[in-house]
């Protein structure tokens, strides 16, 4: 149980930073990090993930696709200052995003506020608040087709 655990953590880290096509794709990126697994191990952790394959061919968390229809529909920039990523939304629309961000337990981000088209990440660290803003910015890419 342990040791599923620490393999589902680390596949929630890869399917957030990196792109991830086939479940080989995902067997070989979980050797990298000291995880030997079969390739119905990771069907098995897939399907009990919630993982989710977009239009595009990649593989995506379940609570992160709100936040990226969520971001590709309204964000219009993002930028990440220190521990801060400032995320710019359409007017009216930056608490509906916050809500998003909040909702999907990245790791390190410790909260969010929303004015009327401006977002405020607090995250844990510099590397945080980059790593945040890189997943928001490729979230708001797949459907803009950038």
């Known amino acids: ?33 000291g995880y030997t697994c079969t390739q119905a191990t990771a069907s098995r952790d897939i399907a009990e993930m919630g993982l989710r394959k977009l239009p595009e061919g990649i593989y995506v968390l379940a609570e992160d696709l709100h936040l990226q229809r969520m971001v590709s529909e309204f964000v219009t920039d993002v930028e990440d200052v220190n521990n801060l990523v400032v995320i710019k939304t359409q007017p009216g629309t930056a608490a509906g995003v916050a809500a998003a961000v909040d909702a999907t337990g990245i790791a390190d981000v410790m909260g969010s ?34």
Do not use: F, H, P
């Open 113 to 146: 506020i929303a004015g009327s088209d401006t977002v405020l990440v607090i995250t844990r660290s510099n590397e945080s608040a980059e790593a945040t803003a890189e997943l928001i910015g490729l979230l708001c890419a797949m459907n803009k087709g950038e």
């Open 1 to 33: 149980m342990k040791r599923r655990n620490g393999r589902q953590e680390a596949i929630r880290w890869i399917v957030r930073n990196r792109s991830i096509r086939t479940q080989k794709d995902l067997v070989e990126e979980l050797r990298l990090r």
